[in-house]
Nanobody, 116 residues
Framework: QVQLVESGGGLVHPGGSLKLSCGPS?????????IGWYRQAPGKSRELVVS???????TYADSVNGRFGISVNLGKNQVDLQMNNLKSEDTAVYYC?????????WGQGTQVTVLD
């Protein structure tokens, strides 16, 4: 049973930075067809933040492009999401997401709050 274990998140002021990490249990990070992050703000639908394939093709949401960056830490078998210049509209629960063929895997979610 593959589990996506998340860490990071928390409370930060506007303009601040946070880093999220996600590591799959019992499976190499590059064995997935894609891995990345989604987020869901209160009262809104879950939306894609960033997705990355093993070849390095990366897709960012327009709202985070240029502020967020995904990277792979092979030594820890995890992906990291560095979030800079955070805004209040980035407040949401962030979910790690991975896909293999037709199967999708989700992390438990971690709260990111950007507050004055």
């Amino acid at each position: 049973q593959v589990q996506l274990v998340e860490s990071g998140g928390g409370l930060v002021h506007p303009g601040g930075s946070l880093k999220l990490s996600c590591g799959p249990s019992a499976r190499p990070i590059f064995s997935f067809d894609s891995i990345g992050w989604y987020r869901q703000a209160p009262g809104k639908s879950r939306e894609l933040v960033v997705s990355m394939t093993p070849s390095g093709t990366t897709t960012y949401a327009d709202s985070v492009n240029g502020r967020f960056g995904i990277s792979v830490n092979l030594g820890k078998n995890q992906v990291d999401l560095q979030m800079n210049n955070l805004k209040s509209e980035d407040t949401a629960v962030y979910y790690c997401h991975a896909k293999f063929l037709s199967t999708e895997f989700w992390g438990q979610g971690t709260q990111v709050t950007v507050l004055d």
